[in-house]
């Protein structure tokens, strides 16, 4: 029996009224999660994704706008980030969250499969990224922000994989790899520019992710609880906790990092049953 619920009893504002925050795979999961956390805050927000049922309903529901966007289609992200310039003016936060999982042990992996998860993991951050700093390297500060040089905050979202390996999700692994090192170099590149850039690496997440490609039968439920210390799954909303921190001014000198939120998964070394 875990001694750790679930449940969130408290609930922490960030002060991100007014923010204009994009937030890729919008539509479900853990995005679905960072926007009604944002919307929570009084933020403008923005769900771009693929998903147009779920993610017009979300957006519905939230006062939200829903763009159609596949992240890895330059086009398409240009066009995103020039409709929310066109509707808000400006771009506060964007979390880089939209990703796909596709395993194969690695003697059979495909190079479609391969270059699917990192046409959207990787290239579809970059894309982005690229696109939407350089719209914010442009405007002001926030009028509510106390820094007159903070532009912005980028989040992308990164994963244990990201350094830990499993023999079976090459592409996963390799581009979550890439999303820290692109974290890093983002980070270094926009400091001029006022932009900060972290990345949030999840542990096991209860969402349809999760359900499809780790969560397969319960003795698979069991092995990854076993290696994890606080013996649950994470919430989504417990990832857009750790997002709305690094969005907001509570994080005005935290950029580069990596934050992992995964119920101490990292940081068990013997692989006992715990
Ligand atoms: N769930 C977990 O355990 C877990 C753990 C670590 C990291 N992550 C990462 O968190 C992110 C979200 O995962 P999730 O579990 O919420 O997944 P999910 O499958 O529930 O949701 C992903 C969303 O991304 C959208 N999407 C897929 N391809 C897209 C594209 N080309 N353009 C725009 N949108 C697209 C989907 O339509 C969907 O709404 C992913 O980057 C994933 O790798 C998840």
């Known amino acids: ?21 994009i937030v890729t795979g919008g539509a479900q999961g853990i995005g679905e999660a960072c926007a009604r956390r944002f919307a929570r805050e009084g933020a403008q927000v923005v769900i771009a994704d693929m998903a147009e049922g779920p993610g017009q309903a979300l957006a519905a529901e939230l006062g939200a706008l829903f ?10 992200v240009d066009a995103l980030v020039a409709s929310v310039m066109a509707m808000h003016g400006r771009i506060d936060i964007l979390v880089n969250n939209a990703g796909i999982f596709k395993a194969a042990d690695f003697l059979e992996v495909t190079e479609a499969d391969f270059d699917a998860v990192l046409r959207v993991n990787l290239k579809g951050a970059f894309l982005v990224g690229q696109a939407v700093a350089r719209a914010m390297a442009r405007q002001p500060a926030h009028p509510g922000d106390g820094d007159s040089t903070s532009r912005g905050a980028i989040i992308n979202m990164s994963s244990v994989n990201g350094t830990l390996a499993i023999p079976t999700i090459a592409s996963y692994n390799v581009s979550k790899g890439g999303i820290n090192q692109l974290t890093r170099v983002m980070s270094l590149a926009l400091a001029d520019h006022g932009i900060r850039v972290n990345a949030v690496a999840p542990g096991t997440i209860a969402t349809e992710l999760a359900a499809q490609a780790v969560l397969t039968s319960g003795d698979a439920r069991q092995r ?23 969005a907001s001014d509570a994080a005005s000198y935290v950029t580069g990092e990596i934050v992992v939120v995964d119920g101490g998964r990292m940081t068990l070394n013997y692989t006992v049953p715990v």
Do not use: N
């Open 1 to 21: 029996m875990s001694h750790f619920s679930s449940e969130k009893s408290a609930t922490v504002s960030f002060g991100l009224r007014g923010r204009v925050a």
């Open 67 to 76: 763009v159609h966007c596949d992240v890895g289609d330059k086009t398409q």
């Open 224 to 246: 990854i609880l076993s290696r994890t210390p606080m013996k649950r799954l994470g919430q989504p909303s417990e990832i857009a906790d750790v997002v709305a921190w690094l």
